[in-house]
């Protein structure tokens, strides 16, 4: 699975030194599949020290973690859904992303002018998901009017996709973010997956400043979103760690590890996924020709001292197709 995050936020809030530190851990992987890297995206390596700890117990000649690519998006500003500033033509990226992860300015300071004046962190989170909704809203609205022509001219099947279309379209009018909906996003994640709705997306709010600076209506407001948050002061900080850890666990994301002499990595799936989905990840045939895994955790193995010594204590297990992969399982595929 990749796994791709959106940044984005007002001009002057942090996301110029944020991208600073995410390019300053740019990882290089030989197969990694990018011709070249545009320069807004930035490759990061998952924080895991079991990729380490495994690679040095199997000898293995490389190791490759988990990768996040971060996507920085052009400062927006009010209007941005509508065509103001740079921040419209790269909000189509963000709906491959993921996840977005807002940058809020909570400190102040005379010498970085805020391009409202000054820094009102439930303002300014207001103002990014206003534009982010009208974005959506543009979107459904052409396709509810389309939906809406073909249902009158006699395509019954598209009488549910409209009336779907509505729902939605009803909810953002009200400045509902659907990502605060997930009964919604449940009952037609098909269309809204097919349009790829950036509020449909899962948050994480990087608030630029000291724990000082962040009052309790702002988490409140955060919370009430159902979204995440880390605090850190950019300038002397490195939130990146701990950024990954509130994108994993905001997208119910695991890792599992494959270990041996060629690489030890780290494998990225969605919590609840079964042993032919994650052996997906590893290869797309995998999946459809899945016959078995031997699986053991991290712990086990590393206790051992090796496969075969996990092997000869019983450790290794045989699993099928209806195994649910656990976070931190070390897995050998077979398959036809």
Request: glycine residues 8%.
């Amino acid at each position: 699975m990749k796994l791709s995050i959106g940044i984005v936020g007002l001009p002057n809030v942090g996301k110029s030194t944020l991208f600073k530190v995410l390019t300053a851990q740019e990882v290089h992987i030989a197969n990694y599949p990018f011709a070249t890297i545009d320069p807004n995206v930035g490759v990061v390596p998952v924080p895991d020290e079991r990729v380490d700890v495994l690679a040095k117990l199997s000898n293995s000649k490389k190791k490759v973690p988990a990768v996040v690519e971060f996507y920085d998006i052009a400062g927006l500003v009010k209007g941005a859904s509508q065509g103001e500033g740079l921040g419209n033509q790269f909000l189509s990226h963000i709906r491959e992303c993921k996840a977005i992860v807002q940058v809020v300015r909570c400190f102040s300071s005379g010498e970085i002018i805020h391009v409202e004046g000054a820094p009102n962190p439930e303002r300014d989170i207001d103002i990014i998901n206003t534009e982010l909704l009208l974005k959506d809203l543009d979107t459904v609205d052409k396709r509810y009017h389309k939906a809406e022509g073909e249902a009158r001219s006699g395509k019954k099947e598209m009488v549910v996709v409209r009336d779907a279309l509505k729902k939605i379209k009803d909810e953002l009018e009200q400045g509902v973010l659907l990502s605060t909906r997930p009964e919604l996003i449940a009952e037609h994640k098909e269309i809204m997956d097919e349009m790829n709705l950036i509020t449909a997306k899962a948050q994480i709010f990087l608030l630029n400043g000291s724990d000082d600076d962040v009052t309790d209506a702002v988490k409140e407001k955060i919370k009430s979103m159902h979204a995440g948050y880390v605090i850190t002061n950019l300038g002397s900080g490195n939130p990146i760690p701990e950024l990954i850890r509130s994108a994993y666990a905001i997208l119910d994301l695991i890792s599992f590890l494959t270990t041996g002499e060629d690489e030890t990595r780290a494998w990225t799936i969605t919590k609840g996924s079964k042993a032919p989905q994650a052996a997906g990840t590893i290869h797309t045939d995998f999946e459809q020709k899945f016959i078995r895994a031997e699986v053991t955790s991290y712990e086990k193995l590393v206790q051992a001292g090796g496969w075969a010594q996990a092997k000869q204590k019983g450790w290794l297990r045989l699993e099928g197709k209806e195994y649910v992969v656990q976070d931190g399982d070390v897995m050998v595929i077979r398959h036809g």
